[in-house]
């Protein structure tokens, strides 16, 4: 970010209460810094109202001080030429940017400037200060003032405090830190233009580490580059973003053949590494699954069940998955409510408790109770199975299309190829094909050669299905070739 592009308005009011709503400025600074001109002005106004004396106590501005000189109306005109487009710097800012807006909008204009605090500047370069008012910084810094509390006194200040925050923190920290303030694109003092540069806009996984290189942040990007630099944009004030990138030192990334590829490393990344600012994984609970069953009398009902079923593989079962016991519950009801299913009659409410379908709460407007429950009865079991399979039909476990293990190749546009082991939706590594001597070699692991067969070895080994595997798997099933693994030693061998 470069500050120098912009221009700045250091402004200080002094007003007659701290009220935006009712009370009035009876004097304004500014110096206009950066941008074509540097200028400075300042002006008592007329508040037409009486000064209140701890005001007159505070400022040394009286009544009659005031009498004659300008109305707000008439240098608001003067006022907006230089507030306009400039970022308002000022301390304890919100307040000034209040009296402005206020005053402002009588006249029809919409003042909503970038803001620059001093005071939270002040708090974020010298958190050990104990307090960081116009007065204390000016003895912290040595920069003495005949008077306080007057409009152009205080501007010098301000002014004085950013010159001296420039020097003492120097360029990089100062800049970063305002920046954060306005929201603008930063970046960590240790990290240069030429380390983000660097990093290509591929897919991967990226860390950010701290001062002593612990891990702060672990994700996988679509473009490294790009969602690098997203952590340090935008990430105004005080935000758990800014507390991110004011911890940051550096960024480790890793180029990778694809989103599946990121995603497959992230699973596994974040269980083992756990990152210190980053919400932690959700406490997976236990996948769940939902049987469709039938009743004696033929009538269909819905079972749930914690965990994934060991056989899974060679159920013939018709199951619904889900994430988690909540998961299903809640997506339960959402489906049936948009598919308008009768959760008693699938007997996943008991008849006791209440359910919200049209028929339930009587919305399907039909005559009488009795035609209701025939109505009910003609709705046959048949059609109404086949209503609730489609509505959970994106939750159906679908079978492994294959009788052998499969490759799945994933290739980015910088030529990063890798290619996915999996069996009955259990991934088994990554690897990456090495022309030269015609092998697929271990990704993970410095390029180990891996021949065919070890390969269907190590798929023999047993694993448990992991749900977030099945389901990121299967949304990729259609983006990316899958090879059974006969098929691809054929293709590879010629
Ligand atoms: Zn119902």
Same mark, same amino acid.
């Given at each position: 970010m470069v500050l120098g592009d912009y221009r700045f308005a250091l402004v200080d009011l002094e007003t007659t209460g701290g009220q935006a709503g009712q009370d009035q400025i009876m004097e304004a600074a500014v110096r206009v810094l950066g941008g074509e001109q540097e200028l400075e002005w300042q002006s008592l106004i007329d508040p037409a109202c009486a000064v209140p004396s701890f005001i007159q106590g505070l400022t040394g501005i009286s009544s009659s001080m005031l009498r004659g000189k300008p109305r707000f109306s008439e240098i608001q005109e003067t006022l907006w030429s230089y507030l306009d487009g400039a970022i308002l710097v000022a301390h304890n800012a919100r307040f000034d940017a209040g009296f402005l807006r206020a005053n402002f909008a009588r006249y029809g204009r919409d003042y909503q400037p970038r803001i620059l605090c001093t005071l939270k500047l002040a708090r974020a370069l010298y958190p050990d200060w104990p307090?960081? $008012? &116009? +007065?204390?910084?000016? +003895?912290?810094? $040595? =920069?003495?003032? +005949? #008077?306080?509390?007057?409009? %152009?006194?205080?501007?010098?200040? %301000?002014?004085?405090?950013?010159?001296?925050?420039?020097?003492?923190?120097? +360029?990089?920290? =100062?800049?970063?830190?305002? $920046?954060?303030?306005?929201?603008?694109?930063?970046?960590?003092?240790? @990290?240069? *233009?030429?380390? @983000?540069?660097? @990093?290509? &806009? *591929?897919?991967? #996984?990226?860390r950010l580490l701290g001062e002593a290189g612990e891990l702060l942040y672990l994700a996988g990007a679509t473009s490294l580059q790009e969602q690098v630099c997203s952590h340090f944009e935008n990430s105004a004030g005080d935000s758990k973003a800014a507390k991110l990138a004011r911890r940051v030192y550096a960024v480790q990334w890793q180029a990778l053949a694809g989103d599946l590829s990121a995603a497959l490393h992230v699973n596994a990344a974040l269980r083992a590494e756990k990152p210190l600012l980053q919400r932690r994984m959700k406490a997976m609970g236990k996948p769940c699954c939902m049987r469709f069953i039938s009743n004696d009398r033929g009538e269909l009902q819905l079972r749930l069940r914690s965990g994934l079923p060991a056989n899974i593989a060679q159920t013939t079962e018709l199951l619904a998955l889900f994430r988690d016991r909540k998961h299903a519950k809640t997506r339960i009801a959402e489906l049936a409510k948009e598919h308008d299913l009768c959760l008693r009659r699938l007997a996943v409410l008991a008849d006791t408790e209440s359910c919200g379908c049209r028929i339930c709460t009587g919305a399907a407007n039909l005559p009488s109770p009795a035609e209701a429950e025939a109505q009910l009865v003609l709705a046959s079991n048949v059609e109404f199975a086949s209503r609730v399979k489609a509505a959970f039909a994106g939750y159906l476990y679908a079978p492994w299309p294959f009788t052998e293990p499969a490759l799945i190749h994933e290739q980015s546009q910088a030529g990063c190829s890798e290619w996915h082991l999996i069996d009955d939706w259990r991934y088994y590594g990554s690897f990456t094909w090495d022309a030269a001597t015609g092998q697929l070699c271990e990704l993970s692991d410095q390029a180990r050669p891996v021949d065919v067969e070890a390969i269907r070895l190590r798929c023999e080994q047993s694993k448990e299905l992991q749900y977030e595997h099945y389901r990121l798997l299967r949304a990729f099933r259609d983006d990316l070739p899958w090879l059974p693994l006969s098929e691809f030693a054929i293709n590879k061998a010629q």
């Open positions: 307090r960081h $008012g &116009l +007065e204390t910084i000016c +003895e912290r810094i $040595g =920069f003495y003032s +005949e #008077v306080h509390h007057r409009a %152009m006194a205080d501007v010098d200040a %301000m002014k004085a405090f950013l010159d001296y925050a420039r020097a003492d923190k120097g +360029e990089a920290v =100062f800049n970063f830190e305002a $920046g954060l303030l306005l929201g603008l694109p930063v970046l960590p003092p240790t @990290i240069s *233009q030429t380390d @983000i540069d660097a @990093i290509p &806009l *591929q897919p991967g #996984v990226y």
